[in-house]
């Protein structure tokens, strides 16, 4: 494949260059999730020339998720199409060189292996921990790296997650936070929070595709972007005593 002027300034830059490029548009990447954050993100990589994204996500566009969610627009709303249907023909305008897949459907423990085994990476962008622990379960066991990304009101966090290099999920959250727990229905969301943890999550998977793992972040981040208070958590290893990896 000839990478033109579309990614030209990409290529300049020393992280990449032509042969990162090269290996960019090899990569299939599944993304769980189009809503605000699996918008970002496949818009992000889709520009950055990845070869292949698979989309998945039951849900159908509404007015509430113009404020965030930046591949969809009124029209959308107005026919209610499938995000992933929607995400697809909006990438398709702007790069029609790579190939998306929409997969309208949730991730369950019967189709994880079928939408998941072919990707090099694995990104959640979902709004729940149920189908994160699918993703984390299912790739620990398969060896396929991912990445966490989570964001509500002004809050958002993020973790890469490499079997058996990194800590998983369960390592950092042995289980799931229990009673309420704030969602963007009940506690909001600001869109830059999102696009904060998308271009994060994003940049991540870019410098695992073009093969920079020495670059990646083995920490588990996280930033109120309203008070500013941030902190990270160490996440370089794998515990023992895990149920899932150790």
Not at 193 to 205: H, K, L
Request: with cysteine; glycine share 6%.
């Amino acid at each position: 494949m000839e990478f033109h002027d579309r990614y030209s300034r990409q290529i300049l830059f020393p992280g990449i260059g032509p042969e990162g490029q090269r290996l960019l548009s090899q990569a299939h990447v599944a993304i769980v999730g189009c809503g605000a954050t699996g918008t970002c993100v496949a818009s992000l990589l889709a520009r950055a020339g990845t070869g292949s994204l698979r989309i998945i996500d039951r849900d159908y566009v509404e007015p509430s998720n113009l404020q965030r969610q930046t591949l969809f627009d009124e029209a959308d709303a107005a026919e209610s199409l499938p995000k992933a249907v929607a995400a697809a023909r909006k990438i398709a305008a702007f790069n029609s060189e790579i190939e998306v897949k929409p997969e309208v459907a949730d991730l369950t423990p019967e189709n994880a292996e079928r939408l998941l085994e072919k990707a090099d990476l694995i990104l959640d962008a979902t709004d729940n921990f149920e189908t994160r622990y699918l993703i984390n379960d299912w790739a620990v066991k398969s060896g396929k790296p991912w990445i966490y990304a989570a964001a509500v009101a002004a809050y958002a966090v993020t973790m890469n997650i490499i079997p058996g290099e990194t800590a998983c999920l369960s390592c950092i959250f042995p289980a799931p936070p229990e009673g309420t727990v704030e969602t963007c229905d009940t506690a909001g969301i600001l869109n830059s929070a999102v696009n904060w943890v998308g271009s994060i999550q994003a940049t991540e998977a870019i410098k695992f595709l073009v093969g920079a793992r020495d670059k990646l972040r083995r920490t588990l981040l996280s930033l109120d972007l309203w008070t500013n208070d941030g902190a990270e958590v160490a996440a370089g290893s794998p515990r023992a005593d895990c149920q899932t990896c150790g």
